[in-house]
């Protein structure tokens, strides 16, 4: 009988794969970070690598102090310290030449849950378990003030988190007292119970009551500007009607925004300049630096080790030296790359845009997408985008995000910008008759006859990115 032998062979297969380098996705990273993300990566490594060292930190003992730098030149253009950008006041000691962003922010203080629950406690004697429900109440306010819970699901909430069961009646008393707080509207469980808070706070007038009448009973009508349609179905006068939207204009959709707090998320971030751009009339040029601190790091003195002498000390010493001198290194070369490659885009964006730069008008503004630095840098258009996102530019006409100076062509055969095509249909659309708005194809034959021959598709697509929305519902009765 025949035995079965089961033959065992190599064979090498040759395939195809692509494999990210770990310093390249680390470029990236450290590429997107802004100002105060990068100082704070730094100051992170050289906390935490004692083979990395900052050269800035010691050159004061060998500089001369009488050297004027940049920002010392910007900031002798200002009387007081008080009237500097926050840029240049941070750097302002030669004893703390480093201050962390983080300083300029607001101080912590109330948050808008603590003033609302303060004014709570404050108005009613509430029971420890009403206590609990407000804290949940409040605590699922969205910034605007909008309940983000049903009532049973803050029930079951409560149940799950503070194992304690509270039927849905329960909560309705307690949030019946948050909406009864000033201002009007909060904890509204949409815009509709968010006017109509608002409008039964109102004392009693017919221009209140036919108010209350079209958000309560008309909404969906309201909502799409069928003004005619509802005065017909109030029977109201047309002065009644026009009141009563006025009234309805003045409410406010957001009512939490007026709530004062101190804290720092309710209050208008600090931004940073990553770029700073200066122009030289007399000489027509541009001079373009990278804002923040932006240091010189090196290898630790006693981590230069030759690799000879480095075999004469014990494995683990030898094993952690040249770990964290690796490691230091391969972060010098990553924050050399950062500000290469952003150096590198931000000259070509003020060559591409050097006549917005000089005069500071946005029609001046020329096309320009990330393919157009590609061809100037050779950048990988991921690169690019990296380098310029979340990123602002300092020119002396004022700060600007990165990604506004970015426009696309409307055809190649044009210079002209989808900006300036924005600008020119934003004006036409702030200055129509508001009882007789234009319609898109109207707005269309309006651009065509200012210069700008586009689709009446393209028109559509520019005004909803601008948040206009179609005619009939920019209409005003």
């Known amino acids: 009988?025949?035995?079965?032998?089961?033959?065992?062979?190599?064979?090498?297969?040759?395939?195809?794969?692509?494999?990210?380098?770990?310093q390249l996705a680390r470029?990236?990273?450290i590429l997107e970070m802004n100002v105060p993300e990068f100082e704070e990566a730094v100051a992170r490594e050289l906390n935490e690598n004692p083979a990395l060292e900052d050269l800035d930190s010691h050159s004061g003992d060998h500089e001369d102090s009488s050297i004027e730098t940049p920002e010392d030149i910007q900031r002798g253009d200002y009387a007081d310290e008080d009237d500097m950008p926050v840029y240049l006041a941070r750097n302002h000691s030669a004893d703390d030449s480093h201050v962390d962003a983080a300083s300029y922010a607001p101080d912590e203080g109330d948050t808008i849950s603590d003033v609302l629950l303060r004014r709570l406690f404050y108005d009613h004697n509430l029971s420890d378990s009403e206590k609990s429900i407000a804290e949940h109440i409040v605590g699922n306010l969205d910034e605007s003030g909008y309940l983000t819970r049903s009532v049973g699901e803050i029930a079951d909430d409560i149940a799950e988190k503070d194992g304690v069961n509270v039927r849905d009646d329960e909560v309705r008393i307690v949030l019946d007292y948050v909406r009864a707080l000033d201002p009007a509207g909060i904890a509204a469980?949409?815009?509709?119970?968010?006017?109509?808070?608002?409008?039964?706070?109102?004392p009693d007038s017919e221009t209140a009551d036919c108010a209350r009448r079209i958000v309560r009973d008309y909404y969906d009508l309201f909502t799409k500007k069928h003004f005619d349609r509802i005065q017909m179905a109030l029977g109201a006068s047309r002065e009644m009607m026009e009141d009563a939207l006025?009234?309805?204009?003045?409410?406010?959709?957001?009512?939490a925004s007026v709530i004062e707090t101190g804290n720092s998320i309710d209050k208008a971030p600090v931004v940073y300049p990553d770029y700073i751009l200066t122009y030289d009339a007399d000489f027509d040029t541009f001079t373009l630096s990278l804002s923040g601190n932006n240091p010189e790091l090196a290898i630790e003195a006693s981590f230069r080790i030759d690799d000879a002498l480095l075999k004469k000390e014990g494995a683990s010493v030898s094993e952690f030296i040249r770990t964290q001198r690796d490691r230091a290194q391969s972060f010098i070369e990553l924050v050399k790359m950062r500000r290469n490659t952003m150096m590198e885009?931000?000259?070509?964006?003020?060559?591409?845009?050097?006549?917005?730069?000089?005069?500071?008008?946005?029609?001046?503004m020329k096309p320009m997408i990330l393919a157009d630095i590609q061809r100037i840098?050779?950048?990988?258009?991921?690169?690019?985008?990296?380098?310029?996102?979340?990123?602002?530019?300092?020119?002396?006409?004022?700060?600007?995000?990165?990604?506004?100076?970015?426009?696309?062509?409307?055809?190649?055969?044009?210079?002209?910008?989808s900006l300036n095509i924005k600008e020119k249909l934003t004006d036409i659309i702030n200055n129509e008759d508001k009882r007789h708005p234009f319609s898109d194809r109207a707005l269309c034959e309006l651009l065509k006859a200012a210069g700008f021959d586009i689709a009446r598709r393209t028109v559509a697509k520019y005004r909803e990115s601008l948040g206009f929305p179609v005619g009939r519902l920019r209409r005003n009765f």
């Open 1 to 22: 009988m025949a035995k079965n032998v089961e033959g065992l062979k190599i064979e090498q297969v040759q395939t195809l794969g692509q494999r990210l380098n770990p």
């Open 27 to 29: 470029l990236g990273q």
């Open 189 to 202: 469980f949409d815009l509709r119970d968010c006017l109509l808070l608002q409008l039964n706070r109102m």
């Open 246 to 255: 006025r009234m309805i204009r003045k409410l406010n959709t957001r009512p």
């Open 345 to 364: 885009v931000g000259k070509a964006i003020v060559k591409l845009q050097r006549e917005f730069f000089v005069t500071g008008d946005k029609t001046d």
């Open 377 to 417: 840098t050779g950048l990988d258009p991921s690169v690019i985008s990296r380098a310029t996102s979340g990123k602002y530019i300092l020119t002396p006409h004022g700060q600007f995000a990165m990604k506004t100076l970015f426009n696309e062509r409307v055809d190649d055969s044009s210079d002209i910008t």
